[in-house]
């Protein structure tokens, strides 16, 4: 599974084999360990490649939080309301059911030092859509804007 974020550029962030911390179910994780700290994550399907302009990928979802642990715990609340939804009135929140029918598996990085995971997550959206030709199925454009504002030339 780590070979799906190879999008990540070791300079630009920090090298794969740096995450952490994982989580293979998100729906069924206990997150009691997981810590406290900013950070940022990237949710990935174990089992479907989406299909993206220039490529495929497992990744549905890169955020940020000011608490991995509480972010992490909110988006487990609102993945099990989505599978527990038989009418799919869901339909709104587009990342969760991704997560509910291709599964939500996590990976996430702490920040270091001085780093700001508002920064970090506009990197790895950034660096994925460097990649693929496209943000995330299941991200909005905010993060974005402040890569391309980042990087332009």
Same mark, same amino acid.
């Given at each position: 599974?780590?070979?799906?974020?190879?999008?990540? +550029? $070791?300079? /630009?962030?920090r090298?794969?084999?740096?995450?952490?911390?994982?989580? #293979?179910?998100?729906?069924?994780? @206990? &997150?009691?360990?997981?810590?406290?700290?900013?950070?940022?994550?990237?949710?990935?399907?174990?089992?479907?490649?989406?299909?993206?302009?220039k490529?495929?990928?497992?990744?549905?979802?890169?955020? +940020? $939080?000011n /608490?991995?642990?509480?972010?992490?715990?909110?988006?487990?609340?609102? #993945?099990?309301?989505?599978?527990? @939804? &038989?009418?799919?009135?869901?339909?709104?929140?587009?990342?969760?059911?991704?997560?509910?029918?291709?599964?939500?598996?996590?990976?996430?990085?702490?920040?270091?030092?001085?780093?700001?995971?508002?920064?970090?997550?506009?990197?790895?959206?950034?660096?994925?859509?460097?990649?693929?030709?496209?943000?995330?199925?299941?991200?909005?454009?905010?993060?974005?804007?402040?890569?391309?504002?980042?990087?332009?030339?």
């Open positions: 599974m780590k070979r799906d974020l190879l999008f990540i +550029k $070791a300079k /630009a962030f090298p794969i084999q740096g995450i952490d911390g994982e989580i #293979l179910n998100l729906e069924e994780a @206990d &997150l009691t360990n997981v810590s406290t700290k900013d950070g940022v994550y990237i949710i990935a399907s174990p089992k479907t490649k989406f299909i993206y302009p490529g495929e990928s497992k990744i549905i979802y890169i955020g +940020k $939080a /608490a991995i642990r509480r972010r992490l715990k909110e988006h487990q609340q609102h #993945l099990r309301s989505a599978i527990n @939804d &038989l009418n799919d009135e869901w339909w709104r929140f587009d990342r969760y059911n991704y997560m509910k029918y291709h599964g939500a598996q996590v990976y996430y990085y702490l920040c270091k030092g001085r780093q700001e995971s508002k920064n970090l997550e506009s990197r790895l959206i950034g660096m994925f859509y460097d990649k693929f030709g496209s943000m995330p199925v299941g991200n909005g454009a905010r993060s974005f804007e402040c890569y391309v504002k980042e990087n332009r030339i």
